[in-house]
């Protein structure tokens, strides 16, 4: 019991695997550049175990735009193991690269603050991972530095990155990543399309599902699986990652975008 509560109710763990997954889509800018906020429903069996929303908005100037990525648990999950998290990304216009990861973290009785600053000119991260206490007193802190390729994406900015990419059906896409002080290749590859009912309506979809290359690690947690809307929006209405005992989905609720044009 211990274990499939942990398992559920730390799915922050398990969206930063549904978020770790050239030039966009058809030459236009993607539906969401404007302004978009998708909320789930996150669900174990029949159950409803919490929450998530990812809101884009505009960045500090007019060259970025931020990621704003929300995650919390509910009713008996949130009182027996409660979570809440906010990861914050800044990426430029366009490459969609990121400038700065903030990640806040909240896990039961584990608090910790995760800062990766991007320094492309000196094609370097910085960073810094701090351990908390209830009170919010640093416990230990760890910083240091990585080399990184002028490529090289954090798990939020690749999310997008790929919602913005030509998406074929039995083609694979390549992506560098970074994930605290750990650097991946990512093969991203795209499987076929399904169409999916959840509670935001029906959708006809592609099936995507990203591999860490040269890694266990996929293996050992389980699979991830991604459908989004083979259309314009690239809608990511589904996600599933295998747990030790079930999956954990992330099911769109609801969805709106600001100032959508749809190409001609």
């Not at 995650?71 to 216009?93: L, M």
């Not at 954090?154 to 913005?164: E, L, N, T």
Request: charged share 20%; hydrophobic share 40%.
């Amino acid at each position: 019991m211990k274990v499939l509560l942990k398992s559920v109710c730390n799915w922050k763990a398990t969206l930063a695997l549904l978020f770790a997954w050239g030039e966009v889509w058809c030459g236009v800018a993607p539906s969401w550049a404007n302004g978009e906020r998708l909320d789930y429903d996150i669900r174990y069996g029949f159950v409803t175990a919490g929450e998530a929303s990812l809101i884009t908005r505009a960045g500090p100037d007019s060259l970025s735009m931020q990621f704003l990525t929300l995650a919390q648990n509910n009713g008996f999950f949130e009182s027996v193991y409660p979570v809440k998290d906010t990861i914050r990304t800044v990426v430029r216009r366009g490459t969609y690269l990121p400038l700065s990861f903030k990640k806040i973290t909240n896990e039961g009785g584990f608090h910790s603050r995760s800062l990766i600053l991007f320094d492309r000119l000196a094609g370097r991260a910085l960073v810094s991972d701090s351990v908390l206490t209830e009170k919010g007193r640093i416990k230990y802190k760890f910083d240091t530095t990585v080399s990184l390729g002028a490529d090289f994406h954090c798990i939020i900015s690749a999310f997008y990155k790929v919602r913005s990419m030509p998406l074929l059906p039995g083609t694979d896409l390549h992506l560098s990543a970074i994930s605290g002080k750990k650097k991946y290749k990512m093969r991203v590859i795209v499987h076929g399309r399904e169409t999916v009912t959840v509670s935001a309506g029906t959708f006809k979809c592609l099936v995507v599902e990203p591999v860490i290359e040269g890694d266990g690690l996929f293996q050992a947690k389980g699979s991830l699986r991604i459908w989004l809307t083979d259309d314009y929006l690239r809608l990511p209405v589904l996600m599933k990652s295998k747990i030790s005992v079930g999956s954990i989905r992330a099911e769109l609720r609801s969805w709106s975008q600001a100032a959508l044009v749809l190409p001609p």
